[in-house]
């Protein structure tokens, strides 16, 4: 089993910055990937970055490349999402999420976490 709790969401003006943290606990071996999705206000979940845990190879939806950088802190057991240059349509309910297999693949994360509400304007 696997415990992801997700922090640092707010609210922030069109072109500040934030940074997302998630702490997980659990099963390692669940964890080979961990990723950040994003569901906005009517719309469907989206996959934002993700992360092989092991390889450290990272991934990102290309609204958020140049803008969005995920990283790890193994030690820590958390994982991060930088978040810059922040638009109005970067507002949604931010999760992490941890699985295994392709890592760029939605289907491929099986434990979420209770999400962190960002709000750009």
């Known amino acids: 089993h696997v415990q992801l709790v997700e922090s640092g969401g707010g609210s922030v003006q069109v072109g500040g910055s934030l940074r997302l943290s998630c702490v997980a606990s659990?099963?390692?071996?669940?964890?080979?990937?961990m990723a950040w999705f994003r569901q906005g206000p009517g719309g469907e979940r989206e996959g934002v970055a993700g992360i092989a845990t092991g390889s450290g190879n990272t991934y990102y939806a290309d609204s958020v490349k140049g803008r969005f950088t995920i990283s790890q802190d193994n030690a820590k057991n958390t994982l991060y999402l930088q978040m810059n240059s922040l638009k109005a349509e970067d507002t949604a309910m931010y999760y992490c999420?941890?699985?295994?297999?392709?890592?760029?693949?939605?289907?491929?994360?099986?434990?979420w976490g209770q999400g962190t509400q960002v709000t750009v304007s």
């Open positions: 999420a941890a699985g295994r297999g392709a890592c760029s693949k939605q289907s491929s994360y099986n434990y």
């Open positions: 659990g099963y390692t071996r669940s964890r080979v990937c």
